[in-house]
């Protein structure tokens, strides 16, 4: 789906274990300005329910399990994230929900930006007007 993609990250494992080095700029597409975690989510919990004008993020799934769903007015997709090696990019202007967490879930997301509240779009209405001309935009090859 447009400004999503899965990333898959390097796992140096042997006997002693995993190791996943990411870098800023080279493992994912921007430098990282944050990282904040997601733990102890109740089973039923649905979290998310809005957009970023400007943040681009990856979610990774560090341990546990997750769902996650991305959504434009034009698509929808769910994606299942289990393995800590692999992440999420989510990028401009996309919705997202995350749901069906297990109970030892620990979701880590990495983003491109300090936290601004002025850059969530988080009412679903106003997020349908300012992404379907972005879009679109896009869609011409005019973005
Ligand atoms: P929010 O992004 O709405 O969480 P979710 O999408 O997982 O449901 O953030 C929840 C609260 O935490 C909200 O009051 C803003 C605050 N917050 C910060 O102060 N700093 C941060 O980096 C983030 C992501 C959230």
Same mark, same amino acid.
């Given at each position: 789906?447009?400004?999503? %993609? %899965? ?6 494992? @042997?006997? &002693?274990?995993? &190791?996943?080095?990411? +870098? /800023? ?6 430098? !990282? ?6 733990? $102890?989510?109740?089973?039923?919990? *649905?979290? /998310? ?8 993020? *990856?979610? !990774?799934?560090?341990?546990? $399990? =997750?769902?996650?769903? *991305? %959504?434009?007015?034009?698509? +929808?997709?769910? !994606?299942? &994230? ?6 999420? #990019?989510? @990028?401009?202007?996309?919705? $997202? ?5 297990? +109970?030892?879930? *620990?979701?880590? =997301? ?6 601004? +509240?002025?850059? #969530?779009? $988080? ?5 349908? %007007? ?10 011409? /090859? /005019?973005?």
């Amino acid at each position: 789906m447009i400004h999503t %993609k %899965k990333i898959s990250f390097p796992d140096m494992h @042997g006997a &002693l274990g995993h &190791l996943t080095p990411i +870098e /800023g700029n080279v493992d994912i597409p921007f430098p !990282i300005r944050r990282v904040y975690y997601i733990t $102890r989510v109740p089973g039923q919990a *649905v979290r /998310g329910f809005h957009s970023h004008r400007r943040l681009e993020q *990856v979610l !990774i799934c560090l341990h546990g $399990r =997750v769902k996650i769903r *991305v %959504k434009t007015p034009f698509a +929808e997709q769910i !994606i299942p &994230l289990c393995d800590p090696a692999e992440g999420l #990019y989510i @990028g401009h202007m996309i919705w $997202r929900e995350m749901f069906d967490f297990s +109970e030892d879930a *620990v979701l880590m =997301v990495l983003a491109s930006e300090h936290y601004s +509240e002025a850059d #969530y779009i $988080r009412d679903y209405a106003a997020y349908e %007007k300012e992404a379907v001309p972005y879009f679109q935009t896009l869609s011409e /090859g /005019g973005a």
